[in-house]
Nanobody, 127 residues
């Protein structure tokens, strides 16, 4: 069984940075893909970044590419999302999710391809 827990959210001003953490337990780093998603009030859950454990391939949505960086620490079974130059549009609840499969590019953005989800952490960007 896979358990995911996000942390690191908070209230920041535009232009600030935050680093989110996704702590994983269970058989999580033996393969597969971990993704970060976000959901703003009244909107659908949106893919923003993913890392495929095999080969360490990283992917980003166009809305965050160049500002956000996804990394993993195998020693602590933690995946991070470094978020820089935050904007009010980045305000949302951020979720990490795990797929047991090594998803390809066309698959990584669909929530249906991830079996396990964390509870989410709130990020608010406001002046």
């Amino acid at each position: 069984q896979v358990h995911l827990a996000e942390s690191g959210g908070g209230l920041v001003q535009p232009g600030d940075s935050l680093r989110l953490s996704c702590s994983t337990s269970g058989r999580t780093f033996e393969g597969g893909t971990l993704g970060w998603f976000r959901q703003a009030p009244g909107k659908e859950r949106q893919y923003i970044a993913a890392i495929r454990f095999s080969g360490n391939a990283k992917y980003y949505s166009s809305s965050v590419k160049g500002r956000f960086t996804i990394t993993r620490d195998s020693a602590t079974n933690t995946v991070y999302l470094q978020m820089n130059t935050l904007k009010p549009d980045d305000t949302a609840v951020y979720y990490c999710a795990k797929s047991s499969l090594s998803l390809i590019l066309s698959e990584i953005s669909s929530t249906h391809n991830y079996e396990s989800w964390g509870q989410g952490t709130q990020v608010t960007v406001s002046s």
